[in-house]
């Protein structure tokens, strides 16, 4: 058993960069979606949220984004309490969220644009990080000409952009295709690696999760718990392709299924 | 070269319903143009156009700026909703034409109860429409623009009517063609001047071929302004549309 499995307590020093107090969220006509959540998510570390569909994972992350109010807890920041959104968090979308009118450079571009960087300076920004994920060539081109997988890169490098320190990751790849998906885990191993940025990353995929993240977090079936939380010991700086054949990755592949086989039908 | 093909075959059919004869009444397409290209040369059909256009360009200018206003307002705001929306929703159900006597006795038979018709036929689809397309905007592009931080403001200039732009323009599109329906009404209904004068007239003296082309010239124009609407919408609102048309 190389698959550690913590304790629900709070992580050891140094202080978490996302705190998550006592989370509770009921949607009006009373579904309880979550139900007294508490999480802490290390700094420069990938934790990616897992649990059966429906149970309210993109709600915890949309109020770690500020996007949804909770009903009851709160989200600490860097030891700040948060009300809405901020600075220092960037989302990136399940369905992209790229503005069809705007250029792939304006879209990337945008999240700057919103806070009033000066033109000049911000396609300045843009251009490196639409470098960065690998779309050269593309500045002047519209998202209805991109492929999906091209479309959810820029809807990354939009996040990179705005240089915030925590990036909220909605699926961010289940639209896209199987290839474009490993590729896209394989980038997201490096960038985590090469940014000292916190990654939360929302999925319904065992596997994905195991492979991108250095710890895993559980979420039981609405009304949501933390059923779990599991730190894979699997070293990140090996070549992709062993990574998913390492025992480590395997078994903690499997103990993750037995903990969640019970809420599937 | 289809919609090229397209307007042939109607063409071509017209002309061979016109020399069949179908109905006395009904001029072949050439004897049209022929009859469009005299009243051309002796400036009637000109100041025909130019008469009718006055309450049209007026008519659509105040329902586009009150409407789209009305019904993006309706859209951003549930109070404006609420206070609106039925009022539109009859106005659009209701055969307008039929309060044009009541304009008469209110406005008199001059410019102003053309503007007013034109009016009252063009702004309720154009208000519903706006209205529609704010609703319509998609949730994730709103989230994303509050996620990056930005103003309420920020979020309707750049991303809401953006977003929403492609339903105003449709019905801005079927907007204008009631007005012209209005425009036209008015003519017939209230007073016959311009375009509308050209089609009772030549109709009362049986000159069948000026009547229709009066009837095409109205038609054409219609096609030119929507057309004319369509390129205002790309080079304004949606750039990624331009050329690909």
């Given at each position: 058993m190389t698959a550690a499995i913590l304790p629900l307590a709070p992580a050891p020093?140094?202080?978490?960069?996302v705190s998550v107090r006592g989370i509770t969220k009921t949607y009006p006509g009373g579904v309880e979606a979550l139900s007294g959540i508490d999480l802490d998510f290390p700094r420069g570390e990938l934790t990616a949220l897992l649990g059966p569909?429906?149970?309210?994972k993109t709600t915890l992350l949309k109020i770690i984004a500020g996007l949804l109010p909770a009903t009851k807890g709160e989200v600490l920041v860097d030891g700040r309490k948060v009300s809405g959104p901020g600075p220092e968090r960037a989302f990136v979308f399940q369905d992209f969220a790229l503005l069809p009118w705007a250029t792939v450079l304006r879209n990337v571009a945008f999240g700057l644009e919103l806070r009033g960087v000066a033109r000049s300076e911000r396609e300045a920004i843009a251009e490196r990080h639409v470098a960065e994920v690998g779309?050269?060539?593309?500045?002047?081109?519209?998202?209805?000409?991109?492929s999906g997988g091209m479309r959810q890169r820029v809807g990354l490098a939009r996040a990179l952009a705005v240089n915030a320190e925590v990036l909220l990751m909605d699926?961010?790849?289940?639209?896209?295709d199987e290839q474009t998906r490993r590729k896209f885990q394989e980038d997201l191993l490096s960038l985590v690696a090469n940014q000292r940025k916190t990654f939360l990353f929302v999925t319904h995929s065992i596997e994905e999760a195991v492979y991108v993240a250095s710890r895993v977090v559980l979420l039981s079936r609405?009304?949501?718990?933390?059923s779990q939380v599991i730190a894979p010991d699997i070293a990140r700086d090996m070549a992709p392709d062993r990574i998913r054949r390492h025992p480590a990755y395997l078994d903690a592949v499997e103990s993750i299924w037995q903990g969640l086989k019970q809420y599937v039908d | 070269m289809m919609r090229l093909a397209s307007v042939a075959l109607v063409l071509g059919a017209w002309e061979w319903a016109g020399r069949k004869p179908v109905s006395p009444a009904f001029p072949a397409f050439s004897e049209t143009m022929a009859a469009a290209w005299a009243m051309l040369l002796d400036g009637s059909l000109p100041a025909a156009v130019g008469i009718t256009l006055a309450p049209l360009v007026l008519g659509i200018a105040i329902s586009a700026l009150l409407g789209i206003a009305a019904g993006v307002a309706m859209g951003l705001s549930s109070k404006a909703e609420w206070l609106g929306v039925p009022v539109f929703i009859v106005l659009q159900a209701?055969?307008?034409?039929?309060?044009i006597p009541l304009l008469v006795l209110a406005y008199g038979v001059g410019l102003t109860s053309k503007v007013m018709t034109v009016c009252i036929m063009a702004v309720p689809v154009i208000v519903l429409n706006s209205f529609k397309a704010i609703r319509h905007t998609p949730v994730s592009m709103v989230e994303m623009g509050r996620a990056f931080l930005g103003s309420r403001r920020q979020l309707i200039a750049k991303i809401i009517l953006p977003a929403a732009s492609p339903i105003i323009f449709a019905g801005l599109r079927l907007g204008l063609a009631a007005g012209f329906i209005g425009a036209v009404l008015a003519e017939l209904l209230i007073s016959p001047t311009g375009i509308g004068d050209l089609i009772t007239y030549n109709q009362s003296i049986a000159d069948y071929p000026k009547m229709f082309a009066a009837i095409a010239t109205v038609i054409l124009l219609s096609v030119l302004f929507i057309g004319a609407l369509d390129r205002v919408e790309a080079t304004l609102f949606r750039p990624e549309k331009r050329g690909t048309r």
């Open positions: 020093a140094p202080e978490p960069m569909s429906g149970c309210g779309l050269k060539g593309f500045e002047k081109r519209y998202p209805h000409e991109l699926e961010p790849f289940s639209a896209v609405r009304p949501s718990r933390v | 209701a055969p307008l034409a039929a309060l």
